[in-house]
């Protein structure tokens, strides 16, 4: 709902770019003016090739079958008495398979598929943020005894506390799922209600603490 408010809100925030005096202001000076005009690129009157609305057809289809193994968990089991396979794993499975059908399917050449914005990061991410995240992962799981008998007394007199865990947490290991994965076992160990661990949710949203990532978001717009 909170979602949805905003998004209303954001809708009808504002002022139209020609009701801007701002914007009017700055569209006198010749060269914005010229950016403006020729810089600005619409699909509106375009036509998408069939290949391309494959592609997206194919990419739906494959989030409602991923869905579909996570609302039905016994066709992710695998033999009697097995717990069904990590929706992790299947997502990556999924994807992967139905990204192999859009390059069969869509004739995409294979050879530009490096050379594109998403994949070049994706590969960042798999390198520098997954990285960091198995290492930092490793780090804390050898020292989570120290780290649950250091903070335990503190925690069951100030909840609260647990927040400064999740932002240092997030900091070093630069990954959310990382970090709740780590440290959410930790609180539910100690304690601590599901109802506070919801309310602590922004603390490990803290990954642009560095300074690396606003550089690379501002390169990648550029």
Not at 98 to 124: E, Q, R, T, Y
Not at 160 to 184: D, E, M, P
């Amino acid at each position: 709902m909170g979602v949805l408010a905003m998004s209303v809100f954001s809708t009808f925030r504002g002022k139209e770019l020609e009701d801007d005096p701002e914007f009017q202001k700055r569209m006198q000076d010749p060269h914005f003016r010229e950016m403006i005009e020729n810089s600005t690129k619409t699909t509106l009157d375009e036509k998408l090739p069939f290949s391309a609305k494959l592609s997206v057809a194919i990419f739906l289809s494959s989030l409602v079958f991923i869905v579909f193994l996570a609302v039905f968990p016994e066709i992710r089991t695998v033999g009697e008495g097995t717990k069904p396979i990590s929706m992790g794993i299947v997502i990556q499975m999924v994807m992967l398979a139905f990204s192999a059908l859009m390059l069969i399917f869509c004739k995409v050449p294979v050879a530009k598929v490096p050379n594109g914005v998403v994949f070049k990061s994706g590969m960042v991410a798999c390198i520098a943020i997954f990285g960091i995240a198995w290492m930092s992962n490793t780090y804390f799981q050898h020292a989570m005894p120290e780290f649950k008998v250091a903070i335990t007394d503190m925690v069951n007199t100030y909840p609260w506390t647990f927040g400064f865990a999740f932002f240092a947490v997030s900091v070093v290991v630069n990954s959310q799922a990382a970090t709740a994965k780590i440290l959410i076992p930790v609180a539910l160990a100690l304690g601590l209600p599901a109802s506070v661990l919801i309310g602590m949710m922004p603390a490990y949203q803290c990954l642009f603490l560095y300074s690396k990532l606003p550089i690379r978001y501002c390169n990648s717009k550029l």
